[in-house]
Every structure is written in C-alpha cells, then in structure tokens.
Nanobody, 121 residues
Framework: QVQLVESGGGLVQPGGSLRLSCAAS????????MGWYRQAPGKQRELVAT???????NYADSVKGRFTISRDNAKDTVYLQMNSLKPEDTAVYYC???????????????WGQGTQVTVSS
C-alpha cells in the first residue's frame, strides 16, 4: 500500500552536513507521523526525529540543535538536515511512517530499507 524511498546517505567528514530525503508513495491517511530512526553497530535502533502531519516535531537529545526534520505534505516527503556531524552519528538511518484514519484505532506502520551514513575523516 505504502512504500518509502530514501536518498541522501553517504560518507562525510566530522563537522560536515548531509540531507536525507524520504518520499512516501501511495495513499497517506490524515493522521500520520513520519520520521527517522538509526541503528549503529552493536547498538539497538533508536529514535532520531519525528514530525506529525501538523509539523509537531520530536528529537532525540543527542541530535537536538544539530539535526532538523521537516516535511512537504504535497509531496509526502520528509527530510532530515544533519549538521555538525560526529563520528557517533555513524549508523544506518531508516525512514518511518505510521498513519490511520480519523476515528479508527489501528495504526499502520511502514519502514524504508535504510541508508548508510558514515562520519569519518
């Protein structure tokens, strides 16, 4: 029903910047949240940032002030601007979507395939 297509990952030096994009295809219901999670080697998957259809945002403490999440509702696309990157930001980043109809209790969840972000000199 819904597919998430990611782009923008790659190799960057410490202190540099990257911009991740995730485009959702298919029908997106009125109540929805999109965002990014990441998983580093030897660690569990963790929340990076989320944004609702009303553009209410939430960030992990480790990225506050450095990362900015935004969305283009007309394109069903979410972005993650990553500045002042650190080696500890190295991880596979996964795009995320959950949505439901107003008046229904069941949430539908989707994940992208993941994109590698490597911060190293």
């Amino acid at each position: 029903q819904v597919q998430l297509v990611e782009s923008g990952g790659g190799l960057v030096q410490p202190g540099g910047s990257l911009r991740l994009s995730c485009a959702a295809s298919g029908s997106i219901f009125s109540m929805n949240t999109m965002g990014w999670y990441r998983q580093a080697p030897g660690k569990q998957r963790e929340l990076v940032a989320t944004i609702t259809e009303g553009r209410l945002t939430n960030y992990a403490d480790s990225v506050k002030g450095r990362f900015t999440i935004s969305r283009d509702n007309a394109k069903d696309t979410v972005y993650l601007q990553m500045n002042s990157l650190k080696p500890e930001d190295t991880a596979v980043y996964y795009c995320y979507l959950k949505h439901r109809f107003v008046g229904r209790s069941l949430w539908y969840e989707y994940w992208g395939q993941g994109t590698q972000v490597t911060v190293s000199s």
